[in-house]
């Protein structure tokens, strides 16, 4: 079974900014898409934004221009580079991830998600 693990969550001022990433390992054949959420306290989780294999990027409005997702496809981890936060962007962001895993029946596609990541925007 694959697992994602994330980091780099943390307690910022508005303004500044942070550097999340998430490692995959496991049996991996390959990661298709990967995404970025987040989840406020009383609200639903939400795409932050998500990214194909080959590098296409999509973002929520909320974040466009602020945001920024990477991945690095030979160390099977992905980034999300956060700047000029505010205190609405005070969430736990998870890490999600659809890949194509080895097993002892063969091959087949899982949906991951990572444990989370505490964000805390305030003065």
């Known amino acids: 079974q694959v697992q994602l693990v994330e980091s780099g969550g943390g307690l910022v001022q508005p303004g500044g900014s942070l550097r999340l990433s998430c490692a995959a390992s496991g049996s991996i054949f390959k990661i298709n898409t990967m995404g970025w959420y987040r989840q406020a306290p009383g609200k639903q989780r939400e795409l932050v934004a998500h990214i194909s294999s080959s590098g296409s990027t999509n973002y929520a409005d909320s974040v466009n221009g602020r945001f920024t997702i990477s991945r690095d496809n030979a160390k099977n981890t992905m980034y999300l580079q956060i700047n000029s936060l505010k205190p609405e962007d005070t969430a736990v962001y998870y890490c999600?991830?659809?890949?194509?895993?080895?097993?002892?029946?063969?091959?087949?596609?899982?949906?991951?998600w990572g444990q989370g990541t505490q964000v805390t925007v305030s003065s």
């Open positions: 999600n991830a659809n890949v194509r895993e080895l097993s002892r029946t063969g091959i087949a596609d899982y949906d991951r």
